[in-house]
């Protein structure tokens, strides 16, 4: 009989990487979930009282408390098989207003979140020659979308930063896969005034995703409409793409940014 997979994931406390931890739960696998929110992690290990969870309340923007996070994990149950650097905001910004600070944060989190995730974890795969890293990156990194600047910049350079790790590991035999969700159903989109095509549930999402990281995909779209979308996206011209998107409907500022 096989050992059981052993995942860590950040951003567990809701969303993506809530329902990612369930569905790695329903699979039987060992987790280790960070998230800000230790009551939220607290009710999700409860809820799930046959499976062996544990929990690290830290923020991704804090290296050294993920690092710390990392080693506690590695010491309880070894090196994991998967890790999902999943945490993520999405901050209505608009340059010249003052937004800055949310510019940094939502870099912070998204995308040197998502370095520091592997980070604890990158050279013991290296050395084992296994293992799989995998960045929750956005259809939104493909193009700007106004309004998103924050946002698309961050899943942008995401989306870069995966490609260039996959190529780097291939040689040692260690899996990067990039999972790009489209609009998927969690409280992040529930706050989105603006009509989103091909919305998918959470769950569909998070077992499509697990079943995508099982198989070591380089590159995984949800849902399948949006890879169209997203790759003609990604040739229209400029000058049509800045004709077609000047008028869209745009994610709000939050209060105090």
């Known amino acids: 009989m096989s050992e059981p997979l ?26 280790g979930l960070v998230a800000r929110r230790a009551d ?24 050294a408390a993920l690092a710390h996070a990392a080693q506690q994990f590695v010491a309880a149950h070894g090196q994991p098989d998967v890790v999902i650097a999943n945490a993520g905001v999405s901050r209505g910004v608009v340059t010249g207003e003052g937004d800055l600070g949310a510019f940094r944060d939502v870099m912070d989190t998204n995308y040197f979140g998502m370095v520091a995730t592997f980070e604890p974890f990158a050279a013991a795969m290296r050395d084992a020659r296994r293992g799989t890293l995998v960045g929750i990156a956005s259809v939104a990194g493909v193009r700007g979308l106004p309004g998103s600047g924050a946002y698309s910049a961050s899943k942008a350079a995401a989306l870069a930063y995966l490609e260039s790790l996959r190529v780097e590991m291939r040689p040692a035999g260690v899996k990067v896969v990039t999972i790009a969700p489209g609009y998927i159903r969690t409280p992040m989109t ?3 005034p603006y009509p989103m095509p091909f919305l998918m549930d959470v769950e569909r999402f998070a077992a499509k995703s697990a079943d995508a990281i099982a198989q070591g995909r380089a ?27 000047e008028n869209a409907p745009r994610k709000p500022r939050a209060a105090g940014q």
């Open 6 to 31: 052993k995942v860590f994931i950040t951003g567990a406390s809701s969303g993506i990487g809530r329902a990612l931890a369930a569905e790695y739960a329903r699979r039987g696998a060992i987790l």
């Open 40 to 63: 939220a992690l607290a009710d999700f290990r409860q809820s799930h009282p046959d499976c062996s969870i544990s929990i690290y309340p830290a923020d991704v923007r804090d290296a």
């Open 190 to 192: 529930a706050r989105n």
């Open 219 to 245: 590159f995984a779209v949800f849902p399948w409409p949006m890879r169209i979308a997203a790759a003609l996206l990604r040739v229209l011209p400029r000058w049509l793409y800045d004709r077609a998107f």
